[in-house]
């Protein structure tokens, strides 16, 4: 079974620009995070999906963020435009529906990298 | 205040050693605990979670002190393959996560 995918690993960018990220979860997970990491701080949480719902989006850190997960699959992450402070390691997780047990399952991450 | 809070480490120790992480948390109606491992620029996954009796998965050992809003993690006889940094993960109000920074762990030969 293949686990969540993102894309792109790897994306390097002008201040300004805009960036898509994409996450496909785990088929059948209901929920969708996403998370970030900036170099040498904590995992922090962005927002979280039940199907195409946004659950909490508290952690969106302003209006240059948006996410969204239309027919409640895949889920996009844009930044536009892109700061500098942006530049970190977007991960993406899933969970299957119903309680949460706590396991969450990590994409790779998407590396973005702002000049 | 982090919600969070760890020693980022890192904690070099040689093969066979036991050593041990402690976490705490800020929140105390926060509901489960777990550990997550994470390698060098890769994802992290679930090592495992704690509960209040505590809990072992062979060399490793999870201890929750809910007063005291600590968790801790043992693992004895490390491996090479231990190497890693180990995460701290509380979950609060059933769908939100909050993750430590982080504890670096250098097993050496």
């Known amino acids: 079974e293949a686990g969540v995918t993102q894309f792109p690993s790897h994306s390097v960018i002008e201040k300004g620009q805009t960036v898509t990220l994409r996450c496909d979860p785990i088929s059948g997970h209901d929920n969708l995070y996403w998370y970030r990491r900036v170099m040498g701080k904590e995992i922090k949480f962005l927002l979280h999906f039940v199907k195409e719902s946004k659950q909490d989006e508290s952690g969106m850190p302003n209006n240059r963020f948006l996410a969204e997960r239309t027919g409640g699959t895949y889920s996009t992450l844009k930044v536009q435009p892109a700061e500098l402070e942006d530049s970190g390691v977007y991960f993406c997780?899933?969970?299957?529906?119903?309680?949460?047990?706590?396991?969450?399952?990590f994409g790779e991450g998407s590396r973005l990298t702002v000049l | 205040r982090k919600e969070v809070e760890q020693d980022p480490g890192p904690f070099n120790v040689p093969e066979g050693a036991t050593v041990a992480f402690n976490c705490t948390y800020s929140n105390s109606a926060s509901q489960s605990f777990f550990w997550y491992r994470q390698d060098c620029r890769k994802e992290p996954k679930l090592l495992m979670s704690?509960?209040?009796s505590g809990n072992e998965d062979g060399r490793f050992t999870a201890q929750l002190n809910r007063a005291s809003q600590y968790i801790s993690l043992l693992i004895r006889d490390s491996k090479l393959s231990d190497s890693a940094t180990y995460l701290c993960v509380v979950l609060y109000n059933f769908n939100k996560f909050y993750f430590g920074s982080g504890t670096k762990l250098n097993v050496k030969p």
């Open positions: 704690v509960y209040s």
């Open positions: 997780a899933s969970s299957p529906p119903g309680a949460n047990t706590g396991e969450l399952f």
